[in-house]
């Protein structure tokens, strides 16, 4: 079963402190250790990992320390996650001096999928136009994004303009880009998860898988998701799907909880064999 596994999970999900006054240093942060995380998801039996732009930035000067740390536990870099407001254009370059940066980064560590979350919401509400700037700017990304022979998705999310069914809709008709769907944010917005991988398997690569029930997100197997439809559109869609598990806003224990989506992907995974 080759699945990755996301290292937000041991931390805090935060924004790079530069970024408040800098756009161009605006990164994702996981406040855990990564080398914990990873000695963690390859303890569980994980085989790759999941990681945010910015602590894939802390080993920039130190390339060798990070390319060590996965070969000591066997573990291989599948994706990187960034994100972006999208829709305010004066800092739109800015934004994608970050996002091309972390491109090259993904690249030189071997990573093959680049996940990207945004879409801000104005203070004074969601426009249309809104959904034009941010299927532009993705529609750039992917462009961007095959100068270095990764795979961009677009991952729908909580405190976005893209969170419930019928916003998600009215962006994959404008944008070109892939859709990476997260199981849990979909069914924290209302949406059904089992049929927006049905809608879209076609344009989906890579997909996040995290269960949910009544207003919290839960290792695999806790919620009420039925994960089992999911993997078998998947896996039977006609094309090369990566899956990634990931716990981040889950208050148990993150190894706890790495184990317990494992020992439930397995069994899923082994019925649809």
């Not at 800098?22 to 995380?37: C, I, M, N, Q, R």
């Not at 039925?226 to 224990?253: R, S, W």
Request: charged share 25%; hydrophobic share 35%.
């Amino acid at each position: 079963m080759k699945v990755g596994y996301m290292t937000n999970a041991w931390g805090s999900v935060v924004g790079h402190p530069a970024g408040v006054t800098s756009v161009k240093d605006l990164f994702y942060l996981s406040t855990g250790p990564t080398e914990e995380a990873v000695k963690s998801i390859s303890k569980v039996g994980y085989e790759m990992i999941e990681i945010f732009d910015g602590n894939l930035a802390q080993y920039e000067n130190d390339k060798k320390k990070f390319n060590d740390l996965l070969k000591s536990f066997n573990l291989k870099l599948l994706a990187v996650y960034s994100g972006a407001n999208f829709i305010f254009d004066e800092i739109l370059e800015d934004e994608f001096y970050k996002l091309e940066k972390a491109m090259k980064l993904a690249v030189e560590f071997g990573a093959k999928h680049f996940v990207v979350g945004g879409g801000a919401i104005r203070a004074n509400g969601i426009t249309n136009d809104d959904y034009k700037k941010l299927a532009d700017g993705l529609n750039r990304l992917v462009d961007l994004s095959s100068k270095y022979n990764l795979i961009a998705s677009y991952h729908p999310h909580l405190g976005t303009i893209v969170q419930a069914p019928d916003q998600l809709d009215k962006l994959m008709e404008l944008t070109k880009i892939n859709l990476c769907p997260d199981t849990g944010h979909i069914e924290a917005g209302g949406g059904n998860a089992v049929k927006v991988v049905e809608k879209y398997k076609d344009r989906i690569k890579y997909i996040h898988l995290k269960d949910y029930h009544e207003g919290g997100f839960y290792p695999l197997g806790k919620g009420h998701i039925d994960f089992k439809p999911i993997l078998n559109t998947l896996l039977n869609c006609g094309h090369e799907v990566d899956f990634t598990v990931e716990a981040d806003g889950y208050n148990g224990d993150p190894e706890e909880a790495a184990i317990e989506s494992y020992k439930y992907l397995s069994q899923v995974f082994n019925e649809n064999k």
